[in-house]
């Protein structure tokens, strides 16, 4: 066990000053206390192949080395700025990267996450990215090792820590939303009603796709439609699209402000691409809700403006219960590809069930009549 507040003292003595990434569980002790920093020492990124040009910039612009922080899962979004720009052979950008390790060797965790934690290290290695594992106080000697050398060679270098590592001292609590009055299952329950049976969802990862699939079994409502992003954040949109391009059913993805974010530009291509069948529903809480709550700036974005912009035929907006059944039911008439923003507030259902028999999920989803 590692007191976070120990971490951030470490890098400060170390000459760190600079934290951008994308938030995750494990490190989302972290990320809390960043919160506290202004937004010249801790930006939150969409992405993080974003986060890392942030960090190369900051290096660009003041010679010190930056700490990027994300889940193993990221690593694949970063490997690209990492590669060809950050690289040894290329510019010699040193960065810190600090890695919630998901699915780590002996963690029981889920499929998506045991999949990538146990070729994690070999990523890294492929990368050529020198790396030690923070589990205890006395691992921090390894991490301001690496920082100097890091800072010595130009190089990348990077920490994995695992599940329930990093611990603090004091209880962290984010300010919630309280204009935001719809229940994200509440729109859920009504959504399903109205939609005509034969429909498909496909649902972003986090909480959307696990109270989708606790409303169809507490309300008994028939299962089997609904296709589960329990990985892939950010490519749900672009997946029911795929889906939606020989398909004559309704097709609906069900998105969340943190996932629209990391891949905006996929809006345009549904627009551009999209069938008439095709509709997206973000529902938006202005939050990294399953991971820690951190803001994800989605409320400073008119989606109206946006996705009309992009070429989406028709938005619609819910704020309020009240509006649920008439808007929906508008929604759910008209020709796509169209939008729907609810803005739902914070907090889930209780005991929520995680996807299981994820190939069997996949065969009732693409056999379902």
Known sequence: MIFVEKLVKTLKKNKIDFYTGVPDSILKNLSNILDNFSNKRHIIATNEGSAVGLGIGYFLSTKKIACVYLQNSGLSNAINPLLSIA????YSIPLLLIIGWRGSPGKKDEPQHLAKGEITKKILKLLKI?????????????????????????????????KETLKNKVKFNHKKNKENKVRREEFITEF?????????????????????????????????????????????????????????????????????????????????????????????????????????????????????????KN???????????????????????????????????????????LISIKKSFMNKK
Do not use: W
């Open 192 to 312: 399903l009603r109205y939609i005509p049976s034969s429909s498909k969802i496909i649902s972003t990862t986090g909480y959307t796709s696990r109270e989708l699939m606790q409303v169809r079994k507490e309300k008994n409502l028939e299962r089997g439609k609904d296709f589960y992003m329990v990985g892939g954040m950010g490519h749900s949109s672009i997946v029911a699209l795929g889906y939606s391009l020989k398909s004559n059913r309704k097709v609906f993805c069900l998105d969340g402000d943190g996932s629209i974010l990391m891949h905006l530009g996929s809006l345009r291509t549904i627009a551009f691409n999209g069938n008439s069948k095709f509709k997206h529903i973000l529902l938006n809480n202005n939050s990294h809700e399953s991971v820690g709550g951190q803001i994800t700036t989605a409320d400073g974005i008119n989606f109206k403006n946006l996705t009309k912009s992009l070429g989406y």
């Open 87 to 90: 690289s040894k052979k290329v």
């Open 315 to 357: 938005y619609f907006k819910i704020t309020k219960n009240s509006e649920i059944r008439k808007i929906t039911n508008k929604f759910i008439k008209v020709k796509g590809p169209s939008f729907l923003e609810v803005k739902i507030m914070e907090g889930s259902m209780k005991n929520l069930v995680r996807p299981k028999n």
């Open 130 to 162: 020198e790396f030690c594992v923070l589990k205890k106080n006395n691992d921090l000697r390894k991490l301001e090792k690496l920082i100097k050398k890091s800072r010595s060679t130009s190089k990348i270098v990077a920490c994995l820590v695992e």
